[in-house]
């Protein structure tokens, strides 16, 4: 069995220690419950990367407000989070019918650190081989009940373009109703910001994938951008970025939106006819 993800462990580690601050961004305390000394020592090599740490846990508040807003009107809506690692949103939002596929070695890890039995909302995990076993066969087994949003958080950096259009033809042909709420991160950005994240991405065995402009491959592909939020603003919310918001796009070298959550949805491609 393949090891589980070291970039999981990478996550968790960075919520984990927000958890124990004094004043938590995400206030994940089921963190802790998946580390082990292997995931402390992938922990520590990425202590140092502050701009990317404050990303994650900035980027993973986003999700739970935009998702925890969703479920106060509509708590029968059927999330499914792909590439969920160890994720404990079904555990600490009201509402959902949640599903969360990730390779096996991690499902089972989670299982026996978090088992879905305990959790207070209905909660299903789905264990797929993504270089081997199909995505569609796997999200086509799921049956909503309600609306579907997929949650895809810290993955489309590795995918190169193409993957991406793969992804969200999928998404197209079993969900032909769904809102996508992702994280994007533009290939400028990682240029000028990420170079020595990218470097310690590489030792442990794979790289970012950073495309120009990520989000136009969803809006120049069937999708229509609802909401896309700065994470680097929101840094600024939380006390995390001391930039005010205003000089922000001065003192960048970059857009201020190319390391952003975006919520996207199906275009109606009848949207622009005037009958």
């Known amino acids: 069995m393949k090891p589980i993800s070291s970039l999981a462990f990478y996550c968790c580690g960075v919520r984990m220690q927000d958890a124990e601050s004094v004043r938590p961004v995400c206030g994940d305390t089921y963190a802790r419950l998946?580390?082990?000394?292997?995931?402390?020592?992938?922990?520590?090599?990425?202590k140092e990367e502050t701009n990317?740490?404050?990303?994650?846990?900035?980027?993973?508040?986003?999700?739970?407000?935009?998702?925890?807003?969703?479920?106060?009107?509509?708590?029968?809506?059927c999330i499914?989070?792909?590439?969920?690692?160890?994720?404990?949103?079904?555990?600490?939002?009201?509402?959902?019918?949640?599903?969360?596929?990730d390779e096996p070695q991690l499902i089972t890890w989670k299982d026996g650190r978090l088992p879905a039995s305990e959790c207070r909302n209905p909660l299903q995990r789905i264990s797929i081989d993504f270089a081997t076993e199909s995505l569609e066969a796997k999200l086509a087994a799921i049956e909503p009940a309600g609306p579907v949003i997929l949650v895809i958080e810290g993955v489309f950096i590795y995918l190169t373009e193409q993957e991406i259009l793969q992804v969200l033809a999928t998404f197209?042909?079993?969900?032909?109703?769904?809102?996508?709420?992702?994280?994007?991160?533009?290939?400028?950005m990682v240029a000028h910001?990420?170079?020595?994240?990218?470097?310690?991405?590489?030792?442990?065995?794979?790289r970012f994938e950073a495309v120009e402009r990520p989000e136009t491959v969803f809006?120049?592909?069937?999708?229509?951008?609802?909401?896309?939020?700065?994470?680097?603003?929101?840094?600024?919310?939380?006390?995390?970025?001391?930039?005010?918001?205003?000089?922000?796009?001065?003192?960048?070298?970059?857009?201020?939106?190319?390391?952003?959550?975006?919520?996207?949805?199906?275009?109606?491609?009848?949207?622009?006819?005037?009958?």
Request: aromatic fraction near 10%; charged fraction near 20%; include cysteine.
């Open 34 to 46: 998946f580390m082990c000394d292997y995931g402390h020592s992938i922990h520590e090599i990425f």
């Open 52 to 77: 990317s740490n404050a990303s994650i846990l900035v980027r993973h508040r986003i999700i739970d407000e935009l998702l925890q807003n969703h479920l106060q009107e509509r708590p029968e809506t």
């Open 80 to 101: 499914v989070t792909i590439g969920a690692g160890f994720d404990s949103r079904p555990y600490r939002l009201e509402g959902g019918n949640w599903h969360e596929l």
């Open 172 to 188: 197209q042909k079993v969900f032909p109703d769904h809102v996508i709420i992702c994280d994007l991160v533009s290939s400028a």
């Open 193 to 206: 910001y990420g170079a020595s994240l990218h470097a310690k991405i590489q030792a442990l065995g794979t």
């Open 219 to 275: 809006t120049l592909n069937g999708y229509c951008m609802r909401e896309g939020i700065s994470i680097i603003e929101r840094a600024v919310d939380f006390g995390i970025n001391r930039i005010p918001k205003f000089l922000l796009g001065f003192m960048l070298e970059c857009d201020v939106m190319g390391n952003a959550v975006y919520v996207f949805e199906p275009a109606d491609p009848y949207g622009d006819l005037v009958i």
